[in-house]
T-cell receptor, first 112, second 114 residues
Framework: AQSVTQPDIHITVSEGASLELRCNYSYGATPYLFWYVQSPGQGLQLLLKYFSGDTLVQGIKGFEAEFKRSQSSFNLRKPSVHWSDAAEYFCAAGAGSYQLTFGKGTKLSVIP | DSGVTQTPKHLITATGQRVTLRCSPRSGDLSVYWYQQSLDQGLQFLIQYYNGEERAKGNILERFSAQQFPDLHSELNLSSLELGDSALYFC?????????????FGPGTRLTVT
């Protein structure tokens, strides 16, 4: 069965520190991959996406993600976290069809 | 602002009742998706419509139904409500039906069943 795993439920980092959120997928073929962010009381906002080509993709708000086929991973990174980045982050995958499979999410807390 | 609108923002109702959630997609988007977000299940895909036709079904209960109208807005109908139906319901839209088109999410409707 198709699945997306985000191993970390909650991560706390200090403002200015670097960030890496992990995402692993299990699909029959390489899926389309997405990272979304959800602020409290808000809907999901697309940060970035990977379809094919360059395995390092840049997104909005200074985020980037790297696709590693050998590890079935699509980890999200940011070199310097801002307090406004505190939110919940969701990794999602789709494979040729319409339905997205979401991970359970990682909640990010930022210490001033 | 994603351009996807959902009404109402909050809904409180009693068990056994029926409610309708409404979604207007981004201008130009033909596909509408409905998702349920709960603490225990996470984000679950419910159903998708493309240009008025049902395209895919996910984990949608038989008590739930949806439709997409000629003006492309969509409604999700939830009936015989149970306490466990309390959740955030999101609508998303995309320009087409295939998976490579990113989905834009609305702000959600928070349903509380008492």
């Amino acid at each position: 069965a198709q699945s997306v795993t985000q191993p970390d439920i909650h991560i706390t980092v200090s403002e200015g520190a670097s960030l890496e959120l992990r995402c692993n997928y299990s699909y029959g073929a390489t899926p389309y991959l997405f990272w979304y962010v959800q602020s409290p009381g808000q809907g999901l906002q697309l940060l970035l996406k990977y379809f094919s080509g360059d395995t390092l993709v840049q997104g909005i708000k200074g985020f980037e993600a790297e696709f590693k086929r050998s590890q079935s991973s699509f980890n999200l990174r940011k070199p310097s976290v801002h307090w406004s980045d505190a939110a919940e982050y969701f990794c999602a995958a789709g494979a040729g069809s319409y339905q997205l499979t979401f991970g359970k999410g990682t909640k990010l807390s930022v210490i001033p | 602002d994603s351009g996807v609108t959902q009404t109402p923002k909050h809904l409180i109702t009693a068990t056994g009742q029926r409610v309708t959630l409404r979604c207007s997609p981004r201008s130009g988007d033909l596909s509408v998706y409905w998702y349920q977000q709960s603490l225990d299940q996470g984000l679950q895909f419910l159903i998708q419509y493309y240009n008025g036709e049902e395209r895919a079904k996910g984990n949608i209960l038989e008590r739930f139904s949806a439709q997409q109208f000629p003006d492309l807005h969509s409604e999700l109908n939830l009936s015989s409500l149970e306490l466990g139906d309390s959740a955030l319901y999101f609508c998303a839209s995309s320009v087409a039906w295939a998976g490579e088109y990113e989905q834009y999410f609305g702000p959600g409707t928070r349903l509380t069943v008492t």
